[in-house]
């Protein structure tokens, strides 16, 4: 197998305009987002959660997420992200106590006082050291980075949960995101979630548009190709096995979306994970 290259990357982000992330937005690596100003929406997997300054987002890898403007689109953020290798020396017991705000069912840490300038002191410390560059800059950033890790780990039981906020205006949305992501390898199209959920095509077209910031088709073929990529790295299926299993039609059709969705071919995506 072939070692995924070291990731790490912190960057500071200030948006005067409206701004949606692009679609199809998922990877293998961590990330860790901080709003220091505005009021976003932050779409993750099968949710949707209303972010203020102050909060700090966790999304693991491979989940589905995209933000998108709530009222003043202005906002300001920091983004960091980083894959496994980045904090590889941890021992695997302290890389599970790392890595527990990722795993738990609270994505989202609202911070105040103390908690707020302590993290943001962690996250603009990280911002020069990546910026200048100094010797040892990588080693105190991993330092930095596992400080952070482990008071976000400390705050699980200290912190109540962020209430889940849905933009949606109509209940069902939610049920059907979850509804695709366990039935994706069924054949899914707009008329028979429609008629599944007893809800117009035009309005849930307008309401998981809104809610999730992607089309359904979009969202139906990034869940699709998301689970092709695990199979591509973690099986020896023949592509068009996976094609099927993944649920699409033709083994043509799968091509054509995966290399959209991920700018690849299939047999590339392999080709990086095996000698």
């Given amino acids: 197998m072939i070692e995924p290259m070291i990731r790490y990357e912190i960057g500071r982000i200030r948006r005067e305009q409206a701004y949606t992330m692009p679609v199809n937005h998922f990877h293998d690596h961590y990330e860790i987002y901080y709003l220091l100003s505005g009021k976003r929406y932050y779409f993750i997997q099968d949710r949707s959660y209303f972010v203020q300054e102050g909060d700090l987002v966790f999304i693991d890898r491979n989940k589905l997420h995209k933000t998108l403007d709530a009222d003043n689109a202005v906002h300001e953020r920091i983004l960091l992200s980083f894959n496994d290798r980045w904090l590889r020396d941890l021992s695997e017991p302290s890389k599970e106590l790392a890595f527990a705000a990722f795993r738990d069912k609270q994505r989202i840490f609202s911070l105040k006082g103390a908690d707020r300038t302590f993290a943001e002191n962690l996250l603009f ?14 080693l105190s950033s991993q330092a930095l980075l596992t400080q952070l890790l ?9 912190q109540e949960a962020t209430d889940e906020q849905p933009q949606a205006s109509h209940p069902k949305i939610f049920e059907i995101v979850a509804y695709i992501n366990e039935h994706y390898q069924s054949r899914l199209s707009l008329a028979t979630i429609s008629d599944k959920f007893h809800i117009s095509p035009s309005y849930f077209c307008r309401s998981f548009k809104v809610t999730t910031g992607f089309s359904f088709v979009e969202y139906l073929n990034s869940v699709r190709v998301r689970e092709a990529q695990r199979l591509l790295r973690e099986t020896k299926m023949k592509v068009i096995d996976i094609a099927e299993q993944a649920g699409f039609e033709s083994v043509a059709h799968f091509g054509r979306v995966f290399k959209q969705v991920t700018s690849q071919t299939p047999m590339a995506c392999r080709k990086m994970t095996r000698v």
């Avoid at 410390?125 to 990588?138: A, N, Y």
């Fill in 125 to 138: 410390t990280m911002l020069r050291e990546q910026q200048h560059k100094q010797t040892g800059w990588e």
């Fill in 150 to 158: 482990v008071f976000c780990t400390r705050l699980i039981d200290s």
